[in-house]
C-alpha cells in the first residue's frame, strides 16, 4: 500500500516507525522545512532510500504520488484542510488529533469521506494501549455493571522550550491550549468508554504560568453523559518539574479501574464483584513505552490497512475524533460564556477564544 507523510515534526517519528512496522511502501514524505525530512528519516535508517521522493507542497505530492493512504502531522490547524484534499483525491486518511479545530471542519471530514467512501482514522492511538484494551473488553463484558462517574486527570509539564520549538504551539488559530493538544487523548477515552454520548459540558480554563501563549495551560471540566453517568476532565501543563501522569478512572456498581502511567499506560486499581483467576494478572500491568505518545501508533496504522482492505469502518473513526473535539470546544464555549452549554455542539471554533487571556 503506497502511503505518505505530510508533516515531519515531533509526532512524525512513530507515524515513519508504524509504517516500517507494517510494511507499507513509503512513497514520499512532505514538510515545509526541507531539512527536516531527511533528518526524520535517518532515524529510521531510511535516509539513503531514492525510493522516497521529498516534497514541500502536499497538494504536488498528492497529484504526483498518488498515495493510497496519508498520514497528515502537521500544525493543527491545516489538519482538516489537507484531510479535505486527500478525501476529494479519495485517498485515505490517518489524522493526527485534533481532526479540525472548529465543528464545522470536523462535520465537513465526515460527510465527504462518507460521500466519497474514503477512510478517515484519528490519531487517538491510546485506545489501543494493552490496559485500556482489557478495561474495555471488561466494560463491553458489562463487568462494571451500571456506571457512576469517571474522570481523566492529564497531569503533565511544557516549559517555554517546548512552546519555542514551534510558533503555532499554543495559538488558538494552529493549536489551541493543553486541553486541546495534550488532554484529548484522555478526553476521548472517558467519552468512549462512557458511551460516546454527552448531553451537557460545563468548563473553566485559566492562562497561569504561560502569559507568551495565547490559549489555556490549565482546564477542568464536568461532563453530562447521555447514560447518567458524570464525568470530570483535568488537563494541564503546569506540573513542575516534568510530567507527572495520565490517568483514567472508572467506577461501576461492580466494579473499579485505575488506568495509570504516563500515558494511560498501566492499570493500578483492578477490582471486580466476578473476580477469575485471570484478573491477578491484570492488576499490576505495565506496559512499556519509549515516550509518552505510547505504542499505538503501529496497532492504529494496522487497523486503518486491514479497514482499507475489507472495506469497514476503522476501531478509531472521524466520528469518534469529532466527539473529543467537541466537548473540547464545549469547554472553551463553557469558559467563554460562564455557562453549561448543551450537545451537539453545532458551530464553534478555537478562534473564537482569541483575546481570553
Request: aromatic share 8%.
Amino acid at each position: 500500500m503506497r502511503y505518505a507523510l505530510i508533516g515531519c515534526g515531533r509526532i512524525a517519528t512513530n507515524h515513519i516507525k508504524a509504517a516500517v512496522a507494517n510494511n507499507l511502501e513509503i512513497a514520499a514524505v512532505c514538510d515545509i522545512v526541507p531539512e527536516k525530512m531527511p533528518e526524520l528519516l535517518a532515524k529510521h535508517g531510511l535516509e539513503n532510500d531514492k525510493s522516497i521522493k521529498y516534497y514541500e507542497d502536499y497538494i504536488k505530492l498528492l497529484d504526483e504520488v498518488k498515495p493510497e493512504l496519508v498520514s497528515i502531522a502537521t500544525e493543527s490547524g491545516v489538519h482538516a484542510q489537507i484531510a479535505l484534499e486527500c478525501i476529494d483525491r479519495g485517498i485515505h486518511v490517518i489524522i493526527e488529533k485534533p481532526m479540525a479545530m472548529c465543528m464545522a471542519d470536523a462535520d465537513e471530514i465526515i460527510r465527504r469521506s462518507e460521500e466519497k467512501h474514503v477512510k478517515v482514522s484519528v490519531c487517538h492511538q491510546n485506545r489501543f494501549n494493552v490496559a485500556v484494551q482489557k478495561t474495555r473488553a471488561a466494560l463491553e463484558a458489562g463487568r462494571f455493571g451500571r456506571l457512576s462517574h469517571g474522570s481523566v486527570h492529564v497531569r503533565w509539564n511544557r516549559d517555554r522550550n517546548y512552546y519555542d520549538q514551534a510558533p503555532w504551539r499554543g495559538t488558538w488559530e494552529q493549536d489551541g491550549g493543553c486541553l486541546m493538544n495534550q488532554c484529548i487523548h484522555g478526553i476521548d477515552l472517558l467519552c468512549w468508554m462512557f458511551g460516546g454520548k454527552v448531553d451537557e459540558v460545563y468548563g473553566a480554563t485559566r492562562q497561569q504560568f504561560h502569559d507568551y501563549l495565547e490559549a489555556e495551560d490549565v482546564g477542568m471540566a464536568v461532563v453530562k453523559f447521555h447514560n447518567g453517568a458524570i464525568g470530570t476532565i483535568e488537563g494541564t501543563v503546569n506540573v513542575y518539574p516534568k510530567n507527572l501522569e495520565e490517568t483514567l478512572y472508572i467506577f461501576g456498581q461492580n466494579g473499579t479501574v485505575k488506568i495509570g502511567g504516563k500515558s494511560t499506560n498501566n492499570i493500578d486499581v483492578w477490582d471486580f464483584a466476578d473476580e477469575t483467576e485471570a484478573d491477578a494478572e491484570n492488576k499490576n500491568l505495565k506496559e512499556v513505552t519509549s515516550n509518552v505518545y505510547g505504542n499505538g501508533h503501529t496497532s492504529l496504522f494496522a487497523d486503518v490497512m486491514d479497514a482499507i482492505e475489507n472495506d469497514r469502518t476503522p476501531y478509531v473513526d472521524a466520528v469518534s475524533g469529532r466527539n473529543a473535539l467537541e466537548i473540547i470546544l464545549a469547554i472553551y464555549k463553557s469558559q467563554k460564556t460562564g455557562m453549561p452549554v448543551k450537545l451537539p455542539l453545532k458551530e464553534f471554533a478555537s478562534t473564537d477564544m482569541k483575546g481570553t487571556f
